[in-house]
């Protein structure tokens, strides 16, 4: 998957001084000799630790060995946190990975590799190394590898190719990061990405940052969700998890048109006529009867005092995950407002014009601000995310930004060349 023969001269002579740091190690346990300034002192710790834990350099079938039953397995992940958050880690790095030789993995907080997607030929390719749905991948077990190491250490990481303690996985590299219970603070699981070369560029780890950061919020508004059961403000949920109403009643799903109404009620607050509801919701505006008869359902659905009549009007003041992401940008918390973001939910995907105009308003407010800052982090995660990633003056900002020498700069010189062909500029 990593052919040397694609890599600059430096590059592969940097290999080889770690694949010689790697033999010392394990001939001479903690002695770094000549070739220790080659690797980075986090990837020497956890190949002493792995010596230390009786990790196998030589194992191949045997890697991240499975203790539990496939019944026992699909009854454990069915009820994992991680399989709840799971379509936002889909929404947001699948899609870019569907054909590009590189797997998708969620891991529980021990290192078992829950859920696997991706590209089929990569995950074909992982099957000889045991990178399997149920195996343990943890550091204990298998040696340095980007899941196991992120769990030790509680901290994003990539490993790349020769930097991993067992042989047959060093030919792939890969970037992970732990999630966090917004609740407790414990680590539950980890999002990794692997695969070949590409997989240790900068921008690969960057992307699995921006993952987590949205799973985390995903997760804090379910915490968010189950405290409001007992709190007299109903909340709005439609940016990523599916489209919520919770309210003291409990939990409702919501159909895509009654989460618009909703939506356009809570940023109209002033109320909106049918006619202009009507003009909202579709481009050649929805039949009055229509409109009445949605208003109608949703009363009877969430509450006959919810909506006032003559404007229609939200009669209580409710929650969103809109608002708070509005409120996020006011507060310049950029890195937590692009995590909120994320794919941009219902806001992203309606057709309805009162819905489209809020979500480019709301992009060009969280761009506006990215842009303006000197934050490196938000503006990689900008130009990571689906909003971003042809944002050709970000992409210049991240640039400026960055240090002179810094190893990024020049990856973030290619990307504007390719927009800028893209794009004809």
């Not at 042989?167 to 917004?182: G, M, N």
């Not at 189950?226 to 409990?250: E, F, I, K, Y």
């Not at 009654?258 to 049918?274: K, N």
């Not at 003056?393 to 010189?413: C, K």
């Amino acid at each position: 998957m990593a052919d040397t023969t694609a890599l600059g001269h430096d590059e592969v002579s940097g290999d080889d001084r770690v694949r010689a740091a790697y033999e010392r190690v394990r001939a001479d346990g903690d002695a770094p000799g000549a070739d220790g300034s080659a690797v980075r002192s986090l990837v020497w710790d956890s190949w002493r630790r792995s010596l230390r834990s009786g990790a196998d350099p030589h194992a191949s079938k045997a890697l991240g060995g499975q203790s539990l039953t496939d019944t026992e397995f699909a009854q454990y992940r069915a009820h994992h946190p991680m399989t709840s958050v799971r379509p936002v880690v889909q929404s947001l790095l699948l899609d870019d990975i569907a054909d590009s030789g590189v797997v998708l993995a969620l891991t529980d907080e021990v290192g078992r590799l829950l859920w696997i997607e991706g590209d089929s030929g990569a995950r074909r390719r992982a099957e000889r190394i045991n990178f399997v749905e149920g195996s343990l991948w943890s550091e204990e077990i298998v040696g340095t590898n980007a899941p196991g190491v992120a769990l030790a250490l509680d901290q994003s990481v990539q490993i790349r190719g020769p930097e991993h303690f067992a042989e047959p996985v060093q030919k792939w590299s890969c970037a992970a990061a732990p999630v966090h219970d917004p609740a407790t603070g414990h680590v539950i699981g980890v999002v990794d990405v692997t695969g070949g070369r590409e997989v240790s560029a900068p921008f690969a780890l960057s992307a699995v940052r921006l993952a987590v950061t949205a799973v985390e919020n995903e997760l804090r508004s379910h915490a968010i969700d189950l405290a409001r059961l007992d709190s007299r403000r109903p909340h709005l949920s439609v940016l990523g998890g599916g489209l919520r109403w919770t309210s003291r009643a409990g939990s409702t799903a919501l159909s895509r048109r009654h989460a618009e109404i909703l939506l356009l009620l809570s940023h109209f607050r002033e109320g909106l006529s049918t006619e202009a509801l009507a003009l909202a919701l579709a481009e050649d505006g929805v039949d009055p009867v229509t409109v009445r008869a949605e208003i109608s359902r949703l009363r009877r659905d969430l509450g006959t005092e919810l909506i006032g009549s003559r404007p229609y009007r939200l009669a209580t003041a409710i929650d969103s995950d809109v608002d708070e992401l509005t409120e996020s940008i006011r507060r310049r918390e950029l890195v937590d407002a692009i995590g909120r973001f994320g794919n941009g939910g219902l806001l992203a995907t309606s057709t309805a014009p009162g819905v489209v105009e809020m979500f480019e308003e709301i992009r060009e407010d969280l761009r506006s601000a990215v842009i303006a800052s000197a934050d490196a982090n938000a503006l990689r995660l900008w130009t990571e995310s689906p909003h971003g990633r042809d944002d050709v003056t970000a992409w210049h900002r991240l640039g400026s930004v960055l240090p002179q020498g810094h190893p990024e700069r020049a990856l973030v010189g290619g990307r504007i060349r390719v927009l800028d062909r893209r794009f004809g500029v």
